[in-house]
T-cell receptor, first 114, second 113 residues
Framework: GNSVTQMEGPVTLSEEAFLTINCTYT??????LFWYVQYPGEGLQLLLK?????DKGSNKGFEATYRKETTSFHLEKGSVQVSDSAVYFC?????????????FGTGTRLTIIP | DARVTQTPRHKVTEMGQEVTMRCQPI?????VFWYRQTMMQGLELLAY????????DSGMPKDRFSAEMPDATLATLKIQPSEPRDSAVYFC???????????FGPGTRLTVL
């Protein structure tokens, strides 16, 4: 079955540091890949996505590239801010269910200190 | 700015009581999901509907959980009887037809004593 493996947290960085959160996946077919972010006390919201190999998703300074050869979708940001503190979830869609069903990773809690 | 709404936001109840959680999906979204989030299990899909028809409820304990969509503007998740292990945050999400992005509500935090 499909699965997503995320970097274990928590991750603590200083403001303006470089961020990488690793994500690898196992899937049949050609899923879309996503990063969702959950701020304290809120639901998840889409941060970025990529729908095919070599696509790069980007939003709010975050980027991730769909790497089929390494089955990875690592999240990066060049300079993090305190406001980026949140839990980040990597996810993939299931082409066998019309890309409706998502499989989520366990989440990585990120804390940015001033 | 259209959003998924969920009520109640917080619920504390005693073991054995019935709990009903409600979700209003974004107008025009035809797919609705129920998830449960716990520290131990992470985010689990409980059930989902397309055009109000249940498509998959394999993640839901059938003996005590039930999910319905009485109409296109309301989805409900019911637990009867509730148990302490049901304590979690329950999220509803909706998705427009033909798209793969899910829009999550703020969640209902359930505590069963």
């Amino acid at each position: 079955g499909n699965s997503v493996t995320q970097m274990e947290g928590p991750v603590t960085l200083s403001e303006e540091a470089f961020l990488t959160i690793n994500c690898t996946y196992t899937a049949t077919g050609y899923p879309s890949l996503f990063w969702y972010v959950q701020y304290p006390g809120e639901g998840l919201q889409l941060l970025l996505k990529a729908t095919k190999a070599d696509d790069k998703g980007s939003n709010k300074g975050f980027e991730a590239t769909y790497r089929k050869e390494t089955t990875s979708f690592h999240l990066e940001k060049g300079s993090v801010q305190v406001s980026d503190s949140a839990v980040y979830f990597c996810a993939l869609s299931d082409p066998n269910f019309g890309n409706e069903k998502l499989t989520f990773g366990t989440g990585t809690r990120l804390t940015i200190i001033p | 700015d259209a959003r998924v709404t969920q009520t109640p936001r917080h619920k504390v109840t005693e073991m054995g009581q019935e709990v009903t959680m409600r979700c209003q999906p974004i107008l025009g979204h035809n797919t609705v999901f129920w998830y449960r989030q716990t520290m131990m299990q992470g985010l689990e899909l409980l059930a989902y509907f397309r055009n109000r028809a249940p498509l998959d409820d394999s993640g839901m304990p059938k003996d005590r959980f039930s999910a319905e969509m009485p109409d296109a503007t309301l989805a409900t998740l019911k637990i009867q009887p509730s148990e302490p292990r049901d304590s979690a945050v329950y999220f509803c999400a909706s998705q427009p037809g033909g798209e793969d992005t899910q829009y999550f509500g703020p969640g209902t935090r359930l505590t069963v004593l």
